[in-house]
């Protein structure tokens, strides 16, 4: 049985659907989307524990946390909610024995995010263990009486001053005996000496794997976390030579190997190599190191098998690993999704697995894979049956300079030969990717846009994940050189293969696509008729002053010290090609921002105002960072950014929208 929401917008599209009517998706509806989120498998069984989104009106709240629904399915199938109401939920985990499911939330009357337990047969949450401040993780002993969490310890901070090499606040380890009467709390750390990220028992309890950092700051969480082994009593046995950037870590079921998804070398922009290491001595050993590929995901089959989520190019599968196969082995494709696994889970001696996969049908949702068979276990959105989908299609394409290019296009078939207008989302990193699945989203509200009549195309340039370390590094040390060259060629390519009308072409993009958005308007304002640039970089010489990650910046990405070239920084800025701007640029930017400071939106929003006759808008949202939280400020977003284009490339207007939004 198949877990079915049904919510007003099914109620309604059903009803216009049987005047036949289809209904095109809206901005509204984006934040309706449910999708799952945390999910575990049990140890036990095949039941998997899971979190799906609860939307709210983004019309009528003005700021709140999103909220979740905690429920569980049995290995019949049957569903279960677990919680009389959704509220901000975090980590959820199986306890070893699979009688209770463990998570973290603030519930009503709780001062800081607490650790529950309920069982899924008696579903009443109990406050287990709390802290003075918010638990930010947590791990549970095999044995079930003792667990860890993490979290930051008591501070008081400088009301009056802040000073920027004062020692950053560590999260640290604590561990605690399980009690089932009163709530627990820990004020003696276990671990005191680095900044932890995450910690895990191995299952025969004697050792912790933990994934942690020297401090807490970003650049160092990000661009430097390691790998360590330490005893179950904190001390610490070995550190992993991990290289880079390091995703996530698993023990073996005999508690003898680590295997770890990491970097090849310190220089890689992300990780996405799949690696084996011993216990107690010698260096890790990189897997299936032919595989042109990212792994995002893995969990282990047995003592000699692994099984991992795999990202190539737009596609994605899960497959499996012999460890005593030869390092150039390639692994064997396990289950064929058809759509885009995010995340697996698995559970010792059972050969189920638990799956979150999107398409282009769908956002997030559970399946099972069992006995070579996959089912799907959730229909979240069954409304969406009923609103008009564009075609979405992976397109392959040649750069100037011969290089394979893919991306993905989405739009409405059309008799009509009049050229139509066409956006370009480009991604942001650049060390991400865009793949044949749920592309629509606030941020990049594709689906919307193809009902508008665009022509939407989502390239993957040079520098993108998914396709190996060298088509990954291939754009190190070249801001807005042969990465933009395939933008340009991407437009071409979509001009001379859809219709594309050259003169209405827009560009929007987040962060590094932002970045992109911005240069594409200011130094190539002829080949773009209109551009959204969302928490973007304006000044690459400003920003390695500002950003929380300066270490990356200069050692994954410029690949030399910004100090020794700040005229090429500038020159590879959009600000320094203001006065060639004559395209209209749409700036959206959250005010609480780190990574790409919202100063960047207001240099470039200065310039072009008092430099160029090309109209310019500047729109920050309080609160929100690098990537917003609210559905409030997404919908607005969305929103704004779909008006801009549909003004300027639509409608071909040549003045400002009106500041306010239509209703």
Known sequence: ?????????????????????????????????????????????????????????????????????????????????????????????????????????????????????????????????????????FNLHPDGTTLVFWATPPTQQNAIARIADAPAVNTLLYRVSIQDALPVQSSHPLIANQHIIRAQFSPDGQWLLITGSKDSSTDQRTTYPRLAIHKANGKLHRTLNTRGKVHTAQWSPDSKQVAFIGSATAFQPTWGELFITDRDKGEPRQLATQLQAQFRDI?????????????????????????????????????????????????????????????????????????????????????????????????????????????????????DKTPRPALIYVHGGPEVHESNGWVTRYSQPVQVAANLGFVVMLPNYRGSSGRGYRFLTSGQGDYMGKEFDDILDARQWLIEQYNVDPTRVGIAGSSYGGYMASWAVTKHSTDFAAGVSAMGIANQVSKFGTTDIPSEMHHMHLLSEPWKQWTWLFSRSPLSHVNTANSPLLLLHGEQDERVPVSQSQELYRALLNGSDSPVRLVTYPGEGHGFASDPARYDFSRRQLRWFYHFLIEQHQQLPPIELPD
Request: hydrophobic share 40%; aromatic share 6%; charged share 20%.
């Open 1 to 137: 049985m198949r877990l079915a929401v049904v919510a007003l917008p099914c109620l309604l599209t059903l009803f216009l659907s049987s005047l036949g009517l289809a209904t095109p998706l809206s901005n509204y509806d984006l934040t309706q989307l449910r999708q799952v989120h945390a999910m575990q498998q049990s140890p036990r069984n095949e039941a998997v524990a899971f979190t799906i989104n609860r939307p709210g009106d983004p019309l009528q709240a003005q700021n709140f946390a999103p909220l979740r629904e905690l429920l569980w399915v049995d290995h019949h199938g049957e569903f279960h909610h677990l919680l009389e109401r959704a509220m901000p939920i975090g980590q959820i985990a199986w306890s070893p024995d699979g009688d209770y499911i463990w998570f973290l939330a603030q519930q009503e009357g709780d001062s800081t995010v607490s650790l529950y337990r309920l069982s899924p047969q008696h579903p009443s949450a109990v406050k287990m263990v709390s802290h003075t401040t918010d638990i930010e993780g």
């Open 299 to 415: 969990g282990w089959f047995g003592d000699s098998s692994l099984v991992g989520v795999v990202h190539q190019g737009t596609a994605a599968s899960v497959v499996k690993l012999e460890l005593d196969a030869p390092p150039d082995a390639m692994p064997h494709r396990l289950v064929d999704a058809q759509g885009i696994v995010s995340r697996l889970s698995t559970s010792p001696g059972a050969n189920t697995l638990a799956l979150k996969i999107h398409s282009p049908k769908h956002p997030s949702e559970l399946f099972r894979w069992q006995r070579g068979k996959l089912q799907r276990l959730t229909v979240l959105n069954p409304w969406l049956d009923e609103r008009r989908l564009a075609p979405q299609q992976v397109v392959d394409f040649d750069a100037r300079d011969g290089t394979s290019l893919h991306g993905v296009v989405v739009a409405l078939p059309t008799k």
